[in-house]
């Protein structure tokens, strides 16, 4: 499955943006997928993760309250909506998907990727 991420760029705090993860190439229900982000000089974390239809996820602590995670098998797409955004939110982020043996999330170990996309919030 090939995965196209978009929607990063420059938010002051306290604002919001959504970002989009575009797959192709395979059935997408077949899927769990996952957003992660790496910040400049740290470890790449996962930030969210959904099912193979949107019926579990789950959210890092420090995101928990402030992001959604939601998918549209329909549309091929993952999304994940940003609120109330901090500096620390600061980081390049990714969308992934693994093959779903389990029908539950992942937290790791995922088998696809896309190329990222920056998201600066600024103080």
């Known amino acids: 499955v090939q995965l196209q991420a978009s929607g990063g760029g420059l938010v002051q705090a306290g604002g919001s943006l959504r970002l989009s993860c575009a797959a192709s190439g395979h059935t997408f229900s077949n899927y769990a997928m996952g957003w992660f982000r790496q910040a400049p000089g740290k470890e790449r974390e996962i930030v969210a993760a959904?099912?193979?239809?949107?019926?579990?996820?789950y959210y890092t602590d420090s995101v928990k309250g402030r992001f959604t995670i939601h998918r549209d098998n329909a549309k091929n797409a993952v999304y994940l909506q940003m609120n109330s955004l901090k500096p620390e939110d600061t980081a390049v982020y990714y969308c992934?998907?693994?093959?779903?043996?389990?029908?539950?999330?992942?937290?790791?170990?995922?088998?696809?990727w896309g190329q990222g996309t920056l998201v600066t919030v600024s103080s």
């Open positions: 992934a998907a693994r093959v779903d043996n389990s029908g539950s999330y992942y937290l790791m170990r995922y088998d696809y």
């Open positions: 959904i099912n193979w239809n949107g019926g579990m996820t």
